[in-house]
């Protein structure tokens, strides 16, 4: 059933100021919307709550792609397609750009903004597991002034983050530190393009000497949240990915990927085929190290 616009209101301040002072004049009441794709599918099937939208997709404070020598900072108002075409994010962050690439088609990507997929907090969402094994941050706004929370600190649980009302994601800050890793990531859905996952997996490893110095991994879909897998790198870092070895590293991280699991089950897939679907995505990276 299609919403009845009659029923909401859209305002569109002119400045991110003007859109926090609303926001913080009746905390809570405000939601923003950035390019749509989220919450107008909500609308056009009648089951968007919130009755007062305020737009910052016009804001040019919030898109920008600032690069740094330690950092590349991102506004939350930055959309995937500006991601996929920056040269720099693409040889720092490639497991970013292909998430980027995933989201939707090209149409949803020239609307889409990076907040929003953040934001909309779903556990299935592309980007969050890239930017979980990043180890990004991400600095969020109001009217009295901005704080800065690593990004694993984001999701509370199903749907529910740190922000608080009046607050709105200003940007996201990942640190260029892994020009020496492997990355890898790999989306498993119904189909190749324009599906959303049914299980994601984002790593990072850092080889010294046949070992695994460092592992990052992030999954999508794993929790009722896009986590960081700690026991699985907790299991993995120091073990050798050479030949002989391999077979036991390959158990190990997949044992500790399992017992970490905590999958949804919904209409996309079973818990059970998310956590084995996981466990083998885990297994074809390390085979590819
Ligand atoms: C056809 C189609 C295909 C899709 N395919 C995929 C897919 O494959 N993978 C995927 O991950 N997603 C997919 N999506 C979902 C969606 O496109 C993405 O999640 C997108 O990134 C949302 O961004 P947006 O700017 O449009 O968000 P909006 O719809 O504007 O907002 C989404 C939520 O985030 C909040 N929000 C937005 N910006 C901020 C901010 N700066 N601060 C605080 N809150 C904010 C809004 O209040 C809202 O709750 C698809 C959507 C459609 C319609």
Redesign the pocket.
């Known amino acids: 059933m299609h919403s009845d616009p009659a029923q909401f209101s859209l305002t569109a301040p002119a400045t991110l100021e003007a859109v926090l002072s609303q926001m913080a004049a009746e905390p809570g009441l405000h ?11 909500a609308f056009n099937t009648g089951r968007l709550q919130q009755r007062s939208l305020v737009s ?1 997709q016009h804001l040019s404070e ?1 898109r920008f792609i600032q690069v740094e020598e330690d950092a590349i900072h991102i506004g ?2 930055t959309t ?1 397609t500006e991601i996929r075409g920056h040269a720099v994010i693409a040889s720092d962050l490639p497991l970013l750009v292909q998430s980027a690439s ?4 090209v149409a ?1 990507q020239n ?7 953040i ?2 907090a ?1 556990p ?4 969050p597991p890239a930017l979980l094994a990043y180890g990004a941050s991400l600095t969020l706004i109001n009217a009295s002034g901005r704080r800065t929370i690593p990004y694993d600190a984001f999701h509370l649980g199903y749907k529910r983050t740190a ?1 608080l009302p009046g607050e ?2 200003y940007s996201v800050s990942v640190p260029r530190a892994f020009a020496g890793y492997r990355q890898w990531i790999r989306k498993v859905g119904t189909r190749n393009a ?3 996952s049914k299980v994601a997996l984002a790593g990072l490893v850092k080889v010294e000497g046949g070992l695994m110095a460092d592992v990052r991994l992030g999954a999508a879909s794993l929790a009722d949240r896009p986590v960081r897998c700690s026991a699985a790198e907790a299991a993995l870092v120091g073990r050798s990915v050479l030949p002989e070895a391999l077979e036991e590293t390959v158990r190990a991280g997949r044992a500790a990927l399992a017992g970490e699991a905590r999958p949804i089950d919904d209409i996309r897939s079973t818990a059970r085929y998310r956590s084995s679907v996981a466990e083998n995505l885990l297994e074809e990276f390390l085979r590819s190290l």
């Open positions: 939601t923003p919307i950035a390019g749509g794709t989220e919450l107008m599918v910052i919030l939350a108002g995937f995933w989201t939707g088609t949803n609307r889409a903004t990076l907040g929003g997929n934001c909309n779903s299935a969402a592309d980007t922000l709105l994601l324009l599906a959303i």
